[in-house]
């Protein structure tokens, strides 16, 4: 699971209201090479909720990255960088995801989170 | 040949080995990304777009190699776990911005609102409409489903659901509960007068009226289907 996929997910198990943003327990985790889209990232930065990455990413030994972003910062490569290898480039390959609301654990194995739901919780 | 839907739910049909065989064809490769150009033809995304989409029903990934190579980052959705773990491999292998969540269509998608800039779905959907559980009910499946499709696309947003409805009431029953949520649009039919190629694509729009694309005229390519392997459960 990379922190793109992360940032997006919520649990909505029945009767949850407020199923973001997931806490992430990290087991193992990869750095995956992808080769660097500015223009995506861009666009990508108004869909994002910027202090929910920018703590997964500190979390998963991702520093540096700033508390908000200006249009002049996505014109500059070293943010660029620093932004596209903690949105696509980390990857945690073995944990879990855990709802803030209802506690439901969600297991990440060989990169993939489990986010079937019991049929008595649709 | 029997129709996979017939044969067994989805995450069994596509048990381990079915999804490499799956994978391995070649064949089966060139008309999934026909296909997937098509579906991404007919959303309509602007010029020099690099969006996130949805890709439901991901399988192994190819559809996402198509996204890809025109300029989007994707996130696949599937409920065979066998098919995710080689998309997973792919993924890993060719440097891909993709991502994959095992997850089942039917009980809804659990992303937040407004996200995507569009969603593909190939031939994926038309499993809804079956009960392979007892506990589940089409209806109520296609509704969750729909519902949280319409939520976690961009207003305005397309999505592209190419299907293989077994008859006009299952295509019927699709596109009303897609109305039901709020979507607008409809279905766009290509190769209408081959029975063997003919596709359907169910052509929606969140929260703006669209003009529907004409359908392929011609001879286009049939349904890729392999023989069904045992089950495994
Ligand atoms: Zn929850």
Request: charged share 25%; aromatic share 6%.
């Amino acid at each position: 699971m990379k922190l793109l996929t992360h940032n997006m997910l919520k649990c909505n198990v029945k009767g949850v209201n407020n199923g973001y943003p997931l806490k992430i327990e990290v087991t193992t985790k990869e750095i995956r090479e992808t080769e660097m889209n500015p223009a995506f990232l861009q666009g990508i930065v108004e869909k994002l909720e910027w202090p929910v990455f920018r703590a997964a990413a500190a979390q998963l030994g991702e520093e540096g990255l700033p508390e908000a972003v200006t249009p002049e910062l996505l014109e500059q490569e070293d943010f660029l960088k620093k932004f596209h290898r903690a949105l696509l480039e980390v990857v945690v390959v073995e944990g879990a995801l855990i709802c803030p609301e209802s506690g439901r654990k969600f297991t990440i194995t060989n990169g993939i989170p489990n986010m079937l739901l019991n049929e008595d919780e649709v | 040949m029997s129709r996979p839907e017939h044969v067994s739910p989805p995450e069994l049909f596509y048990n381990e080995r079915e999804a490499s065989k799956y994978a391995r064809s070649t064949r089966m490769m060139q008309i999934q990304s026909q296909i997937s150009e098509r579906a991404l033809e007919l959303l309509n995304l602007p010029d020099n777009t690099h969006g996130l989409l949805l890709d439901v029903g991901c399988g192994t990934g190819m559809s996402g190699s198509v996204i890809e190579e025109n300029g989007h980052a994707w996130i696949g959705v599937d409920i065979s776990k066998d098919m995710l773990d080689i998309a997973a491999t792919n993924i890993k292998d060719e440097g891909s911005d993709g991502d994959v969540v095992h997850r089942d269509m039917g009980t809804g998608l659990g992303f937040r609102g407004g996200v995507f800039d569009g969603a593909i779905s190939i031939s994926a959907v038309q499993w809804l409409c079956y009960s392979s559980h007892k506990e589940h009910v089409p209806k109520l499946r296609l509704k969750r489903f729909f519902q949280e499709l319409y939520g976690a696309l961009r207003r305005g947003a397309r999505a592209v659901l190419q299907l293989y409805p077994e008859t006009p009431q299952q295509m019927e029953l699709i596109t009303s509960a897609a109305m039901a949520v709020g979507f607008t649009g409809g279905v766009v039919v290509d190769y209408p007068n081959s029975a063997k190629a003919k596709k359907f694509y169910l052509v929606l729009s969140a929260g703006q009226p669209t003009q529907l694309p004409r359908g392929k005229d011609g001879a286009g390519e049939e349904r890729p289907l392999f023989h069904p392997g045992r089950r495994s459960a």
